[in-house]
C-alpha cells in the first residue's frame, strides 16, 4: 500500500530539509525544540554504517518553511507520515530527542503499524515533566515573546517555539499503551526531565528499556561514544 501510495492522498503545504545517509533498515532522526537535522552530526554518519539514515528538519526549523498548517505536536506527527509516505518509507526506527522524542511518541500512539522500533532520549508526556529550575524560565520567556510577537516576526516565531514546552505535549498513561514498538528510554544523569518522569514513561509502555548515561539533555552530541553505543546496541538486539 505504501509503496505505490495508491491511497496518499494528504496534501502537504511544507517540504522537508533533511540529511540522507546509508542504507538498510531505515531509522529516522527528529531533534529537539528550535533545533535542526545537524544536531545529529556524531550520529548520522555512524548509523549510515548500516542503516539507512533521514535526519529531518522539523517544520519552521532549520531549513523547513514554516507553512500554513498548526504548530504542533500533532502536526509535527502528521508531518513525519508525509514525509514517510513520500518517501515510500512503510517502517521505520524512529530516534526523537526532547521535542522531537514527543513527536515520535505522538507519532507512535497515533501510526504503530509504522514504528519498528523507537528511542524516546529526553521526551516528556506534559510541561511537568521538566525541571521547575528550568520550566519556570521558559514560561517566562514565552510571556515575553507572546507579548512582543504583535510587532516582531523574530518574537513571533519564539513564541511559537516556547509554546510548545509551555503547552504541550499533552500525552496520557492511556495514549502509551497504543505504543506496539519495544522502545528505548535514554537520558543523561543531569538530564532537564525528572528522572521520575522518564521512568514512569519507561514503566507504563509496553515493552521498553530505560538507560540513564552520563551527561545532561544533551547526551547525543556531548557524550556521542557511550549514546551511539547504546542505541546501536538497542536496535540490534
Not at 177 to 186: D, E, G, N, Y
Request: hydrophobic share 40%; glycine share 8%; charged share 25%.
Amino acid at each position: 500500500m505504501y509503496a505505490n501510495l495508491e491511497n496518499y492522498k494528504r496534501v502537504m503545504d511544507i517540504t522537508h530539509y533533511y540529511i540522507e545517509k546509508g542504507h538498510g533498515e531505515t531509522i529516522i532522526m527528529l531533534h529537539g525544540n528550535g533545533g535542526k537535522s545537524r544536531y545529529f552530526k556524531h550520529q548520522i554518519d555512524v548509523f549510515a554504517q548500516k542503516y539507512h539514515v533521514y535526519a529531518i528538519d522539523t517544520r519552521g526549523q532549520g531549513n523547513t518553511p514554516r507553512g500554513v498548517k498548526p504548530f504542533t505536536i500533532l502536526q509535527f506527527a502528521e508531518d513525519l507520515l508525509d514525509f514517510m509516505n513520500e518517501h515510500n518509507i512503510e517502517k521505520a526506527n524512529i530516534l526523537g530527542f526532547s521535542d522531537g522524542g514527543n513527536v515520535a511518541m505522538t507519532f507512535a500512539i497515533k501510526y504503530p503499524e509504522r514504528v519498528n522500533r523507537l528511542i524516546l532520549n529526553g521526551a516528556n508526556l506534559n510541561p511537568r515533566g521538566v525541571k521547575y529550575s528550568e520550566q519556570i524560565p521558559i514560561e517566562i520567556k514565552y510571556v515575553f515573546a507572546k507579548i512582543l510577537s504583535w510587532c516582531s516576526s523574530n518574537q513571533k516565531k519564539k513564541a511559537e517555539l516556547l509554546g510548545l514546552m509551555v503547552k504541550e505535549p499533552n500525552i496520557s498513561v492511556d495514549d502509551l499503551k497504543a505504543i506496539q514498538a519495544k522502545t528505548l528510554v535514554i537520558v543523561g544523569t543531569n538530564d532537564i526531565i525528572r528522572e521520575k518522569h522518564s521512568g514512569f514513561i519507561a514503566a507504563n509502555l509496553n515493552h521498553s528499556e530505560f538507560e540513564i548515561i552520563e551527561g545532561d539533555h544533551f547526551v547525543a552530541l556531548r557524550n556521542p561514544e557511550e549514546f551511539n553505543k547504546r542505541v546501536m546496541t538497542f536496535l540490534s538486539e
